[in-house]
């Protein structure tokens, strides 16, 4: 299977249209762009903030098609959804989908840890209390969501 690249270099329409087949999702213009959108940004954009950077390459795109291309996107794996970080605020969007650790600031902005970082924190999760966990609660865990927070210095 063909992972989304993480990189900041654009996607190739043969890249993307591989990606897509592979997580079982139809290629279009419109879902190339906002899928090229997500993975250029390295914030976690909201709907609306995606919405405008896409317009400024495809003026002519729906809000419809973002909220409809943004669901897909996540209902086949290839991005994922954050709830924002302040209460009342919009959910934001993340093309990277292997586990990695969130850091949100003050101003509500939420930033990757590097990825060796991230595998670090993760990895010190200690697996006897996950055990733990799910032999008391009798919940099968998925994965580990960490978020840190933080301000700048
Ligand atoms: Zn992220």
Redesign the pocket.
Known sequence: MTEPAQTAQPLSAQELRTIFADHGLRTTRQREAVYQALCACHS?PSADELMALVRSIDPDISQATIYNTLEALVECGLAKRIPSPTSGGACMY?A?TGE?V?LVLDDGQ?M?VPMDLSKKILDAVPKSVLEELAARTGIELRGINIELVGQRT
Request: charged share 30%; glycine share 0%.
């Open positions: 976690h993340d990277n990695h969130h939420v990757d």
